[in-house]
């Protein structure tokens, strides 16, 4: 069955730095797209960034552009998004998500796999 656990999530100060890890099993990582999403209270769950390996593609939604860098570990089936310069505004928990193809890559709907969520808080 496949599984994605989210990791590396907690409190952190305006302009600060986080690693989340999503580690993933059940499936071949190579022949999936993983994504990050993120949902804050009141709001829409967005997409954040997706990473295929097979298209050897990358993609980011705007406003994270130039702070966030998703990553793939082959060796430890692990995706990772690097989240640098947080602000407040950054806040939520974010999800891992995997699909075997998509039309849309920031649609919720293009992912039958999720992992549980974990928590991000920027805050002085």
């Known amino acids: 069955q496949v599984q994605l656990v989210e990791s590396g999530g907690g409190l952190v100060q305006p302009g600060g730095s986080l690693r989340l890890s999503c580690a993933t099993s059940?499936?071949?990582?190579?022949?999936?797209?993983i994504s990050w999403f993120r949902q804050a209270p009141g709001k829409e769950r967005e997409g954040v960034s997706c990473i295929s390996s097979s298209a050897g593609s990358t993609y980011y939604t705007d406003s994270v552009k130039g702070r966030f860098t998703i990553s793939i570990d082959n060796a430890k089936n692990t995706v990772y998004l690097q989240m640098n310069d947080l602000k407040p505004e950054d806040t939520a928990v974010y999800y891992c998500?995997?699909?075997?193809?998509?039309?849309?890559?920031?649609?919720?709907?293009?992912?039958?796999?999720w992992g549980q969520g974990t928590q991000v808080t920027v805050s002085s």
């Open positions: 059940g499936f071949t990582l190579d022949y999936y797209a």
């Open positions: 998500a995997a699909t075997r193809q998509f039309i849309s890559w920031a649609e919720q709907y293009e992912y039958p796999y």
